[in-house]
């Protein structure tokens, strides 16, 4: 009876990164970074613009901003309240039917 020939599995071997992508990733990382620290908002371009102000007038620009920011959560809040209480379960058990 001649021998059974087991056959090897072929692994394939994890390769290091080549060299061609390496640069790649590079510049994705980069643009990533500089996305990332860009003011989107642009609040420097508009205090930048500012003419100059005194002390009061710099106190209430920032506590009139800072006023405006709270006012959007709490109703950001309130709208993500309303959503996840009303909606979500009026779409879930609107949508199945008995």
Request: charged share 15%; glycine share 6%.
């Amino acid at each position: 009876m001649p021998k059974s020939r087991r056959t090897t599995r072929n692994h394939r071997t994890v390769r290091p990164l080549s060299h061609k992508s390496l640069p790649v990733i590079e510049k994705a990382a980069t643009g990533l970074f500089h996305w990332v620290t860009t003011d989107h908002s642009g609040l420097s371009q508009s205090l930048s613009a500012m003419p100059s102000m005194g002390f009061i007038d710099c106190l209430k620009y920032t506590l009139c901003r800072l006023l405006i920011a709270i006012f959007c959560s709490v109703l950001s809040g309130i709208l993500m309240f309303i959503l996840v209480a009303y909606v979500v379960p009026y779409l879930l058990i609107g949508a199945i039917t008995w």
